[in-house]
């Protein structure tokens, strides 16, 4: 079993909707979730890191963290064509040097 | 400011050649990280140098993986001899060191095939 579980999608949506996307994952000694969104042929950027549980919010996205539930999730309001992406979800703990662990990636379709 | 560097960005060989993967981080940057990504996988974490000491190497796949940090900048991983399994891309991430969160900028990554 994965150690972050991610649905692959992909996910299409019509522009202006909200998207909702989210991962599962099983190690409870993770602190930090991120966020990253990859274009094609280039690196992950970071989108929004959480630290421990609760909500966190900038511009159109909100990162929401339940470590009782070991679940996340990512939401873009207003979704544009240019949010047309894959959408990683990683996780870190600092006594493991911040080592990122990646769920496989949601690739998101905003049609305009 | 420079963000992370990769070279080459794209490596075709032939099963049990050599290949020399190179990271530049962003400049102070202590902590460098290297990812691979597998066809149809997740990223997966291969190693972390802090400076030029290698920190963690636990996610490395075998021993025909060599990794080096000289001085403290950039960074190597050598494979040799590459087998068809070590297709993918490979990521380089570099980060501040100081207490709490701080962030991965990633380089675009090398895209190596073998053939």
């Known amino acids: 079993q994965k150690e972050v579980e991610q649905d692959p999608g992909p996910l299409s949506v019509p522009e202006g909707a909200i998207v909702s996307l989210n991962c599962t994952y099983s190690?409870?000694?993770?602190?930090?979730f991120m966020w990253y969104r990859q274009y094609s042929r280039k690196g992950p950027e970071l989108l929004m890191y959480t630290y421990s549980s609760g909500n966190k919010e900038d511009g159109r996205f909100t990162a929401q963290v339940d470590k009782s539930s070991k679940y996340i999730s990512l939401f873009i309001r207003d979704s544009q064509p240019s949010d047309s992406a894959t959408y990683l979800c990683?996780?870190?703990?600092?006594?493991?040097?911040?080592?990122?662990?990646f769920g496989g990636g949601t690739r998101v379709l905003v049609k305009p | 400011e420079a963000g992370v560097t990769q070279f080459p960005s794209h490596s075709v060989i032939e099963k049990g050649q050599t290949v020399t993967l190179r990271c530049d981080p962003i400049?102070?940057?202590?902590?460098l990280y290297w990812y691979r990504r597998v066809m149809g996988k997740e990223i997966k974490f291969l190693l972390h140098f802090v400076k030029e000491s290698k920190q963690d190497e636990s996610g490395m796949p075998n021993n025909r993986f060599l990794a080096e940090r000289t001085g403290g900048t950039y960074s190597t991983l050598k494979v040799q001899p590459a087998e068809l399994e070590d297709s993918g891309v490979y990521f380089c991430?570099?980060?501040?060191?100081?207490?709490?969160?701080?962030?991965?900028?990633f380089g675009p990554g090398t895209r190596l095939t073998v053939l």
């Open positions: 400049s102070g940057h202590d902590n």
């Open positions: 991430a570099s980060s501040q060191t100081g207490g709490g969160y701080n962030e991965q900028f």
């Open positions: 990683a996780m870190s703990a600092l006594a493991a040097g911040n080592k990122l662990t």
């Open positions: 190690n409870s000694a993770f602190q930090y």
